[in-house]
Each structure stands twice: as C-alpha cells, then as structure tokens.
C-alpha cells in the first residue's frame, strides 16, 4: 500500500537564539513552509521564544510545539511548565524523551510514560524520541534498545490516544556529530518501529508518522526520505539557519 503519511520537517531550536533572532527565523520559516501544501513544518523554540513564535506563524502552515514539559500537571514545581501551560501558549507538538534529556538530564523510560500522558491529557501532539548508543549499536543491540523504548512509553496507549502520536527515530551517535546512519540503516529501524506499532496498533501503523534524526542536513534528507517508513525529520543544528532550514523544506518531499 503507497505511504500517504504527509511529510513532516520539524526544527528543534534546542537552547539557541535570541529572541530577536528566533522572530527573524520564524518567519523565515512561515514563507517558505507557505510555498508548499503537500508537507508539514514544525517549529520547537524555547520556552521563553514560545509565544511570540506563535504570533508570527498563527494562521500559516507552520506548526509549533515545546522541546519538554512536566510530568505534573501544576502545583509547586519551580522552573518546570505545564503541558496545559504550553497548550495555551499556543503549541500543539509537545518533544518527549530526546536523547539529551534521556542521557544528560537522566530522564527514565517510566518518567517519559508519564509525561506522554500528560500531554495526551492537554489533548496535544506527543512526540516520542526514541535512539541507541554507539555501543549499543555497535553490540548489536540497536533495534532491542529502540523498541524497549517504544514499549515502556507508548504501550499501554488506548487506540484513540494513537491518533496524538508521532515518533522521531534519533541515534545517540548521530546527533550533532556530523554522522548519521546511512538510509538503509535508517529505514531498517523505521520499518521495525512501525512493525512494533503494528502489534501494539495495527490501525495506527499505517498513519503514525515516524522521523529520523540525527546530523540531517540538505544534502542528505532526500536520500532519507527516499525511503518507504521515513516520513520527515527531526533537525537540530540545520534548523538554525534560514537557508539550511527553508532547504529542507524544500527537500522534503
């Protein structure tokens, strides 16, 4: 059955720019996401960016989202935020269990289950980063790790909540290195991802959008997405850059 998954590039701003400079990006963004009606954009600034990025891109092709959020939903939590506090700033993509909050912030596959729920409950779109280590890899433990990771935040979900679900492939060892798996590497663990989904959802399968991330860039996002389980792309540093980024978009296809 041909893939009918809209493409979706989504920049991940991590903790950069100014605000002056994220105003100019995200409307740098908004014309060029505004040239095409076949693929999605998606933007995940900083907190702080967040609502004056929602004002340039309200009514564009452009979708926002948060890089995080707390797995409580309010109270006494100092410096933490809310999904129903992103919701209302204006987001509708909320980032879950990226590498570097899994590894440098220590967040565990029980904690990222909690916050899923917490943005399913704000009614919000989850998406879950999943990924190996080099060493993992290298073990021959890549695709264990992947779908360990799957299973412990996504497996108890009902199949309505599937429907709120994207998932962002990243390896560890690709991520802001330069390298990135090859498209063959990287559609290997696409499709046993969607297989997994299959058996957790056979419905949601088809339709759950699953990118890659890891060193993306326009010279090689077209080979990626050439292949059949690749829908988009999660990119950090090409994201950035107006050119870079607009060249994705462009690419993603």
């Given at each position: 059955m041909a893939n009918t998954r809209t493409?979706?590039?989504a920049g991940n701003w991590k903790m950069n720019?100014?605000?002056a400079e994220a105003t100019a990006l995200a409307s740098a963004v908004k014309d060029a996401a505004a040239k095409y009606t076949d693929r999605d954009v998606l933007l995940y600034p900083t907190f702080l960016q967040l609502t004056r990025v929602a004002e340039i891109v309200k009514g564009s092709r452009v979708l926002l989202g948060a890089q995080n959020c707390s797995a409580e939903k309010e109270g006494a939590f100092t410096g933490e935020i809310a999904a129903a506090q992103i919701k209302d700033a204006g987001a509708g993509y909320i980032l879950i269990?990226?590498?570097?909050?899994?590894?440098?912030?220590?967040?565990?596959?029980?904690?990222?289950?909690?916050?899923?729920?917490?943005?399913?409950?704000?009614?919000?779109?989850?998406?879950?980063?999943v990924g190996e280590t080099l060493?993992?890899?290298?073990?021959?433990?890549?695709?264990?790790?992947?779908?360990?990771?799957?299973?412990?935040a996504l497996s108890?979900?009902?199949?309505?909540?599937?429907?709120?679900?994207?998932?962002?492939?990243?390896?560890?060892?690709?991520?802001g290195t330069g390298k990135n798996?090859?498209?063959e590497d990287a559609q290997a663990m696409h499709a046993?991802?969607?297989?997994?989904?299959?058996?957790?959802?056979?419905?949601a399968a088809p339709t759950t959008r699953i990118l890659y991330g890891g060193s993306v860039k326009p010279d090689n996002v077209a080979a990626l997405m050439a292949k059949e389980d690749i829908d988009g792309a999660l990119v950090g540093g090409a994201s950035l850059k107006a050119e870079s980024f607009s060249e994705l978009i462009k690419l993603a296809k």
């Amino acid at each position: 059955m041909a893939n009918t998954r809209t493409p979706l590039i989504a920049g991940n701003w991590k903790m950069n720019l100014s605000l002056a400079e994220a105003t100019a990006l995200a409307s740098a963004v908004k014309d060029a996401a505004a040239k095409y009606t076949d693929r999605d954009v998606l933007l995940y600034p900083t907190f702080l960016q967040l609502t004056r990025v929602a004002e340039i891109v309200k009514g564009s092709r452009v979708l926002l989202g948060a890089q995080n959020c707390s797995a409580e939903k309010e109270g006494a939590f100092t410096g933490e935020i809310a999904a129903a506090q992103i919701k209302d700033a204006g987001a509708g993509y909320i980032l879950i269990g990226h590498s570097e909050r899994r590894h440098i912030l220590k967040e565990s596959d029980a904690f990222l289950k909690t916050k899923i729920d917490r943005v399913l409950d704000e009614g919000l779109m989850a998406m879950l980063c999943v990924g190996e280590t080099l060493d993992e890899r290298e073990s021959g433990r890549a695709e264990t790790v992947v779908l360990n990771q799957l299973n412990a935040a996504l497996s108890h979900l009902t199949k309505d909540a599937w429907k709120h679900i994207a998932i962002a492939y990243e390896p560890v060892w690709a991520i802001g290195t330069g390298k990135n798996a090859t498209p063959e590497d990287a559609q290997a663990m696409h499709a046993a991802i969607r297989k997994r989904i299959a058996l957790l959802n056979a419905d949601a399968a088809p339709t759950t959008r699953i990118l890659y991330g890891g060193s993306v860039k326009p010279d090689n996002v077209a080979a990626l997405m050439a292949k059949e389980d690749i829908d988009g792309a999660l990119v950090g540093g090409a994201s950035l850059k107006a050119e870079s980024f607009s060249e994705l978009i462009k690419l993603a296809k």
